[in-house]
């Protein structure tokens, strides 16, 4: 059986393209994942860095709220890592909240060209959203993972999210990428567990969802 190859791609001086409509997508998605988590799966285990479900509903609210704020040229480390929530049959109603004042600040058309201060570098906002698609239906997979779910997966969405990250973050190297970002990053901030492991490689004919995870380092 052939194998993906891991070999990032060359980089080339991307276009400027509008992923908004994904990003939206790709929100309703973690939205309706989250609201089928019942409350006596919160303690339980997901792939992603020893979270329990509930602590990863936490930070997919704060991974919405911190593009909010870089969408609006705030600082990214001035967002918590995890959010509060308020009982746990509420984190839908939470994380929807978040989505509606993301909605609102990337709704500016002058936000995909504007250089934004991310918590690993400086990107234009049209190269800045993939990303956070990517992050955003890797933690969803993470979710309906931990929890029994299999999503209806939007490949347009996911090709969104693999293309950039395929870019942003090569198959080899990663140790050291993850130190030059260590090094940047403001006092207090350094001691992090890195966020990605190796890259996992998936057969050719694999669906998209698991060769997007496996390049984040998931096992799918």
């Known amino acids: 059986m052939t194998t993906t190859d891991t070999t990032a791609p060359e980089m080339t001086a991307p276009e400027m ?7 939206t997508r790709s929100l309703a998605l973690a939205s309706h994942t989250i609201g089928a988590v019942r409350a006596d799966q919160l303690d339980r285990p997901t ?19 911190r593009l909010a704020v870089v969408g609006a040229g705030g600082d990214p480390f001035g967002v918590p ?30 936000v995909l060209a504007r250089m934004l201060k991310l918590p690993w570098a400086e990107l234009p ?8 698609i990517n992050e955003l239906s890797v933690h969803t997979w993470d979710l309906a993972t931990a929890t029994d779910q299999s999503p209806e997966w939007d ?8 293309d950039a990250i ?46 997007l995870v496996g390049w984040n380092g998931r096992q799918p």
């Open 166 to 211: 395929q870019i942003g973050l090569p198959a080899e190297g990663r140790v050291e990428s993850f130190d030059a970002v260590r090094d940047s990053m403001p006092e207090g901030y350094q001691n992090f567990t890195p966020p990605f492991a190796a890259a996992v490689t998936v057969s050719d004919d694999a669906p998209l969802i698991e060769k």
């Open 125 to 132: 906002g049209f190269i800045a959203l993939p990303i956070y």
């Open 17 to 23: 393209t509008d992923t908004r409509p994904l990003f």
């Open 47 to 65: 792939p992603c860095h020893e979270m329990t479900v509930e602590l990863l509903v936490a930070h997919l609210v704060s991974v919405v709220d």
């Open 81 to 110: 890592d995890y959010a509060e929530g308020d009982g746990p049959d509420r984190w839908q109603v939470v994380f929807d909240a978040s989505v509606a004042k993301a909605q609102v600040v990337w709704s500016d058309d002058a």
């Open 155 to 162: 490949d347009e969405v996911l090709a969104a999210g693999y």
